[in-house]
C-alpha cells in the first residue's frame, strides 16, 4: 500500500530564515495532499491542501510544491518566525480509498528568535 | 464556527481495566475518527465512521471498541488498557471522506499505572 516518508524529522531555523518540509509517497495514484501544523498540546490543524492537478499553491508566506514525477510534496515556509514552532504532518490519499488518509510521521520546527 | 470537544483531557487507569473516551462536535459531520499517537509514530488510525452507527476499522483497531450512537458523538473504548497503550488520542471529523479537511479535538492524554 501507499507509503509516506517526511523528512526532516527535527528541524531547526532562525527567524527569518526559510523552513522546507519534504514528503515522498510511493502511489502514483495518490490524488489529494495537505499539511497539517500542531502546535504544543494541541490537536492538528489544515494548514493547506492541494489535489493532483495542481503543482504549486501559495498562502500567507506557505508556499506547497506537489512534483508527481519524483512523487514528492514538500512545504516552504518562507520568513519563518517563532509562532511558527510547531510539528508539521503531510498527509495524502489516493483515488479509491478517500477514507483514510496516510500520514507522515511529522517534522518538529523549532524557529529561534 | 464549530468545535470538537474531546474528553476527559487526562485519562487514568490501572492496567486491565476498560477505559472510554469522548468526543462531541457540533460541525454536524457525517465522517469522525479516532486517531493514536505516539511520538515519533505519527497518527494511526484506529476507528472511523461515516455516519451514524457506522464502524469501520483502522489499522489500529484491535484492543478498541467504538460507538457511533449519534451524528455527534464517537467514542473509544480500550477494551484491556496496557501501559504500552500510553499515548495521545485524537478525535476528527470531517464533511466526508478524507479527501476533505479534518477537524481535530485537542486530544486525551491515557496514562496506564
Known amino acids: 500500500g501507499e507509503q509516506v516518508e517526511q523528512r526532516p524529522p527535527h528541524l531547526s531555523v532562525r527567524e527569518g530564515d526559510s523552513a522546507i518540509i519534504i514528503c515522498t509517497y510511493t502511489d502514483s495514484a495518490t490524488a489529494y495532499f495537505s499539511w497539517y501544523k500542531q502546535e504544543a498540546g494541541a490537536g492538528l490543524q489544515l494548514l493547506m491542501s492541494?489535489?493532483?492537478n495542481v503543482d504549486r499553491k501559495e498562502e500567507q508566506g506557505l508556499t506547497v510544491l506537489l512534483n508527481k514525477k519524483d512523487k514528492r510534496l514538500s512545504l516552504n515556509l518562507t520568513a519563518a518566525h517563532p509562532g511558527d514552532s510547531a510539528v508539521y504532518f503531510c498527509a495524502v490519499t489516493h483515488v479509491g480509498d478517500n477514507s483514510k488518509l496516510i500520514w507522515g510521521l511529522g517534522t518538529s520546527l523549532v524557529v529561534n528568535p | 464556527g464549530g468545535i470538537i470537544t474531546q474528553t476527559p483531557k487526562f485519562l487514568i487507569g490501572q492496567e486491565g481495566q476498560k477505559l472510554t473516551l469522548k468526543c462531541q462536535q457540533n460541525?454536524?459531520?457525517?465522517?469522525m475518527y479516532w486517531y493514536r499517537q505516539d511520538s515519533g509514530k505519527g497518527l494511526r488510525l484506529i476507528y472511523y465512521s461515516i455516519t451514524e452507527n457506522d464502524l469501520q476499522k483502522g489499522d489500529l483497531s484491535e484492543g478498541y471498541d467504538a460507538s457511533r450512537e449519534k451524528k455527534s458523538s464517537f467514542s473509544l473504548t480500550v477494551t484491556s488498557a496496557q501501559k504500552n497503550e500510553m499515548a495521545v488520542f485524537l478525535c476528527?471529523?470531517?464533511?466526508?471522506?478524507?479527501?476533505?479537511?479534518?477537524?481535530f479535538g485537542e486530544g486525551s492524554r491515557l496514562i496506564v499505572v
Open positions: 476528527a471529523s470531517s464533511i466526508g471522506t478524507a479527501g476533505n479537511t479534518l477537524y
Open positions: 492541494v489535489l493532483s
Open positions: 460541525f454536524n459531520h457525517d465522517t
